[in-house]
Structure formats: structure tokens, C-alpha cells
């Protein structure tokens, strides 16, 4: 049976993660020169609210749009998920990229 990856996490860490990811979100958005309604439009989604709500950490880019915000930001979709992976399912990415630097998802 699958369980949401976070769903081991409690509601405080799972918050900071997604508020990073939030933020680093926002970032690849302010660095490809969007504007939150310009990336909604981008990635096919009807409110540029969804865009903000992610931006806030309170929700998360559906699986099916990875390619299409990564396109939008004009980065490498697999640079993207993995980056993304870090702050989504920080267990996989773990595991996946044990070499890799993890202070961006666990916070330190």
C-alpha cells in the first residue's frame, strides 16, 4: 500500500519542508522572471493563487506538472524533481542520493 512520503513526519516538519520548498520555488519563479499569474498560465493551472499556496508551503506541485514547472522555470526537469525531492520525500532522496547534501531538507 502507498503512504504519502511525509506522512511519517509530524505536521511541524512536514511544514518547514514545504515552506522551504516553498521558497525555493519562489526563487526559480523570481529568477525566470514570472509573476505568479505568468506561471500558472505556464503550467496550465486556472488560479494563480495555486501558485502562491505553494509558495507558502501550504501545498505541493502535483507529480503530473513537475515537466511543465521545470520547463516554465527553464531548468533540467531531473534537476528539478530531484531538488524538489528533497523537500517532498526526503526519505526517497535519501536514499536515491546518499552523497548528496541534505542540510536543505533537514535544516540544519
Known amino acids: ?9 509530524d505536521s511541524e516538519q512536514v511544514l518547514q519542508l514545504r ?6 520555488l519562489r526563487i526559480l519563479r523570481e529568477n525566470s522572471g514570472l509573476s505568479q499569474r505568468q506561471l500558472a498560465k505556464a503550467v496550465g493551472v486556472d488560479y494563480y493563487t495555486f501558485i502562491s499556496q505553494i509558495e507558502a ?3 505541493r506541485i502535483p507529480p503530473e506538472r513537475y ?16 531538488e524538489l525531492m528533497r523537500y517532498y520525500d526526503p526519505v526517497t532522496h535519501g536514499i536515491l ?12
Not at 1 to 9: A, G, V
Open 19 to 24: 515552506q522551504r520548498a516553498g521558497r525555493w
Open 57 to 59: 508551503g501550504r501545498g
Open 67 to 82: 515537466a511543465a514547472f521545470a520547463r516554465a522555470y527553464n531548468v533540467e526537469p531531473r534537476f528539478f524533481v530531484r
Open 1 to 9: 500500500m502507498y503512504t504519502h512520503p511525509q506522512q511519517t513526519m
Open 97 to 108: 542520493f546518499p552523497d548528496s547534501d541534505h542540510s536543505t531538507a533537514n535544516g540544519a
